[in-house]
């Protein structure tokens, strides 16, 4: 991006949206109002983003007012852009989400509360001109994304209750040229009612970041957390008020920026900007309390122990780039076979508490995450349903929970399974 982009991008504030996350969403449940009201109300708005988001140039992220998957005050594009956050040892997953809503929490607390110390407030990574730092990926020319344009990943059609939904596989960081929706995924979005997500990255009102556990750490890990932090050209001052294990995060998310890879273009975040052009609501399927409990370890030493073993990983940076390479890919092809044996190439279980740890992240979230678009399939909507690839994996994969739920589940994307 230019300079006066970049520099229009961190001055724009995003209003306030006049359909509340409460509105759409209270009790974990959609509005009551009707669709059409709710368009009516979102429409000007809608028109007031575009000026703005058009000077980023990616015609599709210009057309729909965002980060990874649920934002009481707007949430900035400068606070947006900050998120560059995935876990390092477990899975390309929902720790992307946390790290910047922790950092951008961190950053409201120091301008709003009197008592804090003079100190500088956190600040996201700045882009550095070192030629060795991993850079943006540029946007593309819109006539460039519409030749790129074509569906990826995985789509099951659900249908129950006399109304069919859809369920996505995403991945929570991707390709400029991703920026661009498939004949089939906007043919999904422009059929449903609402779009659910993990977490909606512009709900503002969802990403108030409650006390962090404490995560006491010798001088050792601090330096090795401190080289990663060097090895990406961030200044490890500036990620401090982040927990160790969302520092691994953005650590990880920021290497990928060498394979052209970049959070803006994940797919929560695209889908949320698409979902709000058409005016949809977009849907929570999770807390952020409850994502910060299944990924954040209680136990100080299991902490630890997933630290040591995402920095094992961090500081072998070319096996960990052919690794995302790897998922993307699969992820990119809809090969469902090789995304589920990730266990056996993924570099990042090594033993027994490695295993429980991917468990808890994917396959233990899974059933809360089939009853919650359950429920909302219930309540007279139909559903474009996104969440991350590897939770269509193992044995709870979510596929299966559905159809367990009542669900006739049928493959979409690809047109045959892998």
Known sequence: MTGTVKEMWHRAEMPRFPVSHADFNADHGPSHAPRTEIRRRWRPWRSALHPVLAALGASVLAATSV??????????????????????????????????????????????SPALPASPAPTAPAASTDARCPSEPEPLAQEQLLAQARDRGLMWRLERDG???????????GRPSWAAPGPKLKAALDQVDALALELDPLDTTAWR???????????SLNDRLAAQARAVCVAPQAVEALHPLLR???????????????????????LSRWARDRSLPVLALETLQGQLDALLPDDPDEARHELRAGLRQLERPQPLLRMLNELVSAWDRGDLRRLSQYESWCDCVTDARDRAALTRLND?????????????????????????????TGPQALPDLLRQRGFEVTLVHPPTAR
Request: charge should be positive; glycine fraction near 4%; proline fraction near 8%.
């Open 163 to 173: 109304r069919t939904s859809y369920l996505y596989a995403s991945l929570h960081l």
């Open 67 to 112: 980060v990874p998957s649920a934002w009481a005050v707007p949430m900035a594009p400068a606070q947006v852009r900050s998120a560059v956050t995935a876990p390092a040892s477990r899975s390309v997953g929902a720790r992307q989400v946390l790290a910047s809503a922790a950092l951008a929490s961190a950053k409201t607390a120091a301008k709003a």
């Open 209 to 219: 970041m409650p006390p962090l556990p404490e995560l006491p750490l010798d001088a």
């Open 248 to 270: 691994l995060s953005t650590f990880t998310l920021m290497r990928a920026r060498t394979l052209g890879m970049d959070v803006r273009y994940g797919q929560e975040m695209l």
């Open 364 to 392: 233990g979230r899974n059933p809360g995450l089939a009853d919650r678009v359950s429920s909302l399939h219930r309540k007279d909507q139909s559903l474009l349903v996104a969440v991350g690839a590897l939770h269509m």
